[in-house]
């Protein structure tokens, strides 16, 4: 028996399982107030802070360092890297602390890891090591050299996503049809406060619409693509600054600019309860426009597309993922497995370099 402890930072809370295998046997998120993050001026300074209280709940927990073989942290915003189970390595860790890709609380996860495996080796003082590692971080970008040209040398599209989740929900299709991962061509579709789809090409995410910076469907909370002539225009004419204008496209955009809300289940009550046309108009927009993201991708993998799988918080929603399959189910068959385990696949990414199946990369 594997027993992992995995450790999920977020802004204002930190999310601990512990598993034994797959099995999750404990799970805690313990949440932290604005004054207590506020109080810190980086997000690497909170490290300490976050350390003795996950130390603190096991201890509360009643939980043995000694009896953990290996930690696993969220990871962050590291260089471009392909997907994989990493050990936190001097070298990762320095990129974790500096964010090489942005300043976020996922940098931490990698950080938290290391810190905490150590003071697991000092508690067993029999000289074992125990692994620190990240899993499949936001930053995996597998694109194939032909999905990064924008038509500007200066632009070049990059891969922030959801691979974690994306990744771990082909992996659970593939055994459960009794294949593997790196058999198959999917289209996976992730549904949540930001949406990606993605070509997996035989266990790569060979093209993604890039979650983060407007590159695909507008999502709850984020704009996605724009025309590009009304998006100069607009920087130029509104008065705006830069953090403003990112404000505005990343966490102010969709479903937020038109409707005031980023939860998918009010725009349903809008939608159904209070007969909001604009409501049912922009869920319907929501679901025409991930649809076509599907269709590129399905041109992607040149019509060789094994399943379509639905995944993320919205995936629960009946009405997006009934009309998501009425467009395109022609392409491929759909499979729906909502909410994002995050927890399970950090686990499940350590299990399979702790038995083997796969090697730790090097970052």
Not at 182 to 191: E, M
């Amino acid at each position: 028996m594997i027993k992992s402890l995995i450790i999920n930072p977020g802004s204002t809370s930190t999310k601990i399982g512990i598993f034994e295998d797959e099995t999750q046997v404990f799970d805690k998120t313990l949440r932290h107030s604005s004054e207590e993050i506020g109080q810190f001026p980086t997000i690497f300074s909170q490290m300490d802070f976050r350390k003795n209280i996950i130390l603190e709940a096991l201890k509360e927990a009643g939980e043995d360092l000694k009896s953990f073989d290996v930690i696993v942290g969220r990871g962050g915003l590291v260089k471009p890297i392909e997907g994989g189970t990493y050990e936190v390595t001097d070298v990762l860790a320095k990129d974790l602390e500096i964010g090489v890709q942005g300043q976020h609380a996922s940098n931490l996860g990698g950080l938290l890891a290391r810190e905490v495996s150590s003071e697991v080796e000092a508690a067993r003082a029999d000289g074992v090591k125990v692994p620190a590692f990240i899993v499949d971080p936001v930053a995996v970008d597998e694109m194939q050299p032909l999905a990064r040209y924008t038509g500007l040398p200066e632009i070049r599209r990059t891969a922030i996503s959801h691979p974690l989740n994306q990744k771990a929900i082909a992996r659970r299709y593939a055994k459960e049809h009794g294949t593997s991962y790196d058999q198959l061509n999917l289209i996976v579709v992730h549904l949540g406060g930001g949406v990606s789809v993605g070509a997996h090409e035989k266990g790569k995410i060979i093209d993604v619409f890039n979650a983060l910076d407007g590159d695909g469907t507008f999502s709850p909370e984020r704009t996605g693509r724009v025309p590009s002539g009304q998006l100069i225009r607009m920087c130029f004419e509104s008065g705006l600054t830069e953090k403003e204008v990112m404000k505005k496209f990343v966490g102010g955009g969709g479903f937020n600019a038109y409707l005031g809300t980023n939860d998918m289940r009010e725009v349903d009550r809008l939608a159904d309860e209070e007969h909001n046309a604009l409501a049912a108009e922009v869920r319907d927009a929501f679901i025409y426009c991930i649809c076509k993201d599907v269709g590129a991708q399905a041109a992607v993998l040149k019509g060789k597309v094994d399943q379509i799988l639905l995944t993320g918080g919205i995936a629960y929603d009946k009405y997006v993922t009934e009309h998501i399959k009425e467009r395109v189910s022609f392409i491929a068959p759909v499979s729906v497995y909502p909410g994002e385990d995050e927890l399970l696949a950090l686990a499940q990414g350590a299990i399979r370099v702790m038995t083997g199946e796969e090697e730790a990369k090097v970052y």
